[in-house]
């Protein structure tokens, strides 16, 4: 069994690490170091902190996920996904309440992966992972109104309604020169890989946004007149004072982030692991996401995860091993520590247009509109997930989702699963056994159940004891179809085979796989049957039948 913790570094070094991979690692992290940057920037402004935290984030968050991950080629830092969820802690509880938090979150997906959860996490479904990226696309998007209007307004509401009628009743203060910035940089931002593939258009966008801002071209709000100037250090890790209620409090918002944070590297993982033929390590990269967010909690940072668009560029661009990803920290560190100054030149319209860019890409409105378009229970849980998120929040939306997906889920194996009569001429089947023209005796009848047997077929066993003759004193039942069965089905099962006994009737079990019979001997039916009436083909049942009448 692969060890519950074991990083990819590691692995990379002891089969040898060559010169020329070391030249590709090398470029990739550089290029994937400057697309970081404004990401990094904008996500922490988006989250309602300042520009810092997020080149924090990026350096130990990533630092960490690169060094103790379970991807070869993983780039973590702060993400989109991250942003409506830190800008409702820190309404709710401060920053304080967001570094509790960050660290209870990194405890917990420690726990995940060293109980083995990694592979549980990627079963959550696919309609409420796109309900609550498309909703949180949709808050960003929403949530960059303000700076990408230049409109004058007091702080935004966190609620989404509340939210839109400030924002609607301010559009007389638009202020056009931040407009004619926002637009262009979200031009710049889309069109600019024409140009280079290599060097991101949302650089390119803050570059010159930046500039026009030096030589007084135009007079907008920037990260400087709004933040100040960003340091260029990087503080010693401190922790909050603890208590027991703020530990209950924040368990909450900790298991968001942990649940999303689990989601969103593991799905990156997944994504890179397609693009370089590759298998990543859940678990460890579970445990490696936890210490990189108690990581970030402790200096100060934000949430971090695994960042499929970085980790994608980074493939794209040659990276193969755990190094690009601690190349793409260094050229981060440098930055902020010899070039943090300039950003505060950067105008708040041009960010506000490259996550606006951002929130459209991580829409999946294609994906959206797919799901509508099929199956009723996953458009509904897609549309409950999507609007929770919006007009409630995440927590919810999360919580609510899952229980509704795992209720539609069962009302769909409700629905497959059934106990039906085999009364007259059987037809042959595919598998084991022929039943054509079986000469069974006026008293026996047979009965098929299909599907899992759980607590949510229950009224159907009661069905069956109502509805077999009186006449019928022997009922083969027939189990082939049956995968598993759980406690109820067990209990509700063993009932009505008391049922039958209290009405003398005779049972014979048939087709009983190797996993449901070893589920019956526990629950005491093989001795409430007898063994000798339980059978593996259903022609040896119809034979005792046939050979005691």
């Known amino acids: 069994m692969e060890p519950i913790f074991y990083p990819k570094l590691i692995s990379t070094f002891k089969k040898g690490y060559s010169r020329d991979q070391f030249t590709g690692d090398l470029m990739a992290g550089a290029i994937v170091g400057v697309v970081a940057l404004p990401l990094a920037i904008a996500f922490a402004i988006a989250s309602g902190v300042s520009p810092e935290k997020g080149l924090i984030t990026a350096i130990v968050a990533g630092f960490l996920i690169s060094v ?7 780039i973590g830092g702060p993400t989109g996904a991250f942003v409506v ?30 109980l083995r959860l990694g592979a549980v996490i990627k079963f959550v479904p696919y309609p409420l992972t796109v309900g609550f990226t498309s909703g949180i696309a949709l808050l960003i ?34 202020h056009w020169p931040a407009v004619f910035l ?53 503080s010693l890790p401190g922790m909050p004072v603890l208590t027991w209620d703020l530990i209950v ?16 590297s593991l799905l990156s ?83 506000a247009g490259i996550l606006m860019v951002v929130a459209y890409n991580m829409s999946e409105w294609r994906s959206f509109v797919s799901i509508l378009r099929g199956s009723r229970y996953d458009a509904l849980v897609l549309l409950t997930t999507f609007i929770l998120t919006v007009v ?58 299909t599907g899992p047997m759980f607590f949510g077929v229950a009224n159907k066993f009661k069905e069956l004891t109502h509805n077999i003759p009186d006449r019928s004193n022997i009922v083969i039942i027939r189990m082939r179809r049956v995968p598993m069965i759980d406690a109820t089905g067990l209990h509700n099962f063993k009932a009505m085979l008391h049922d039958f006994k209290h009405k003398h009737k005779h049972i014979l079990l048939s087709g009983v796989n190797d996993s ?33 009448n």
């Open 516 to 548: 449901v019979a070893a589920e019956l001997k526990r629950a005491g039916i093989y001795e409430l049957v007898g063994k000798e009436n339980i059978f593996a083909q259903f022609d040896d049942a119809v034979q005792k039948v046939i050979s005691q």
């Open 85 to 114: 969820i830190v800008a409702g802690i820190i309404a709710n509880y401060g920053m304080d309440g967001l570094i509790i938090s960050t660290i209870m979150a990194g405890i917990m997906m420690i726990v995940f992966g060293l």
């Open 182 to 234: 926002g637009i262009g940089s979200v031009l710049v931002t889309i069109y600019w890989k024409k140009v280079s593939s290599k060097i991101p258009g949302s650089l390119i966008a803050l570059i010159i946004g930046a500039s026009l801002i030096a030589f007084g071209a135009v007079d907008v709000e920037t990260i400087g007149s709004k933040f100040g100037e960003i340091p260029n250090r990087i």
């Open 68 to 74: 103790l991950g379970g991807s070869r080629v993983q």
């Open 249 to 264: 409090m924040h368990i909450g918002p900790a298991f968001t982030i942990a649940l999303l944070g689990s989601i969103e």
């Open 269 to 351: 993982a997944v994504v890179a692991d397609g693009m370089i033929g590759g298998r990543h390590r859940s678990n460890t990269e579970l445990i490696a996401q936890g210490i990189a967010n108690i990581g970030s909690g402790l200096f100060g940072g934000i949430p971090a995860t695994g960042a499929i668009a970085r980790t994608a560029t980074n493939v794209k661009n040659g990276g193969r091993t755990p190094v690009a990803g601690i190349v793409h920290v260094i050229v981060l560190l440098i930055i902020m520590l010899f070039a943090g100054k300039w950003a505060g030149l950067i105008p708040l319209s041009v960010l």
């Open 392 to 449: 409630v929040d995440l927590t919810v939306a999360i919580q609510v989702g899952m229980v509704l997906a795992a209720l539609l889920f069962m009302k769909r194996m409700s629905d497959v699963s059934e106990v039906k009569p085999l009364v007259g001429s059987l037809e042959e089947e595919h598998d084991d056994v022929a039943m054509v023209n079986l000469k069974l005796p006026a008293n026996c009848s047979v009965y098929e159940i």
């Open 141 to 174: 998007f929403v949530s960059q109104i303000k700076d990408f209007l230049g409109l004058t307004t007091a702080e935004l509401p966190a609620d989404f309604s509340s939210k839109m009628n400030v924002l609607l009743s301010a559009l007389h203060t638009v």
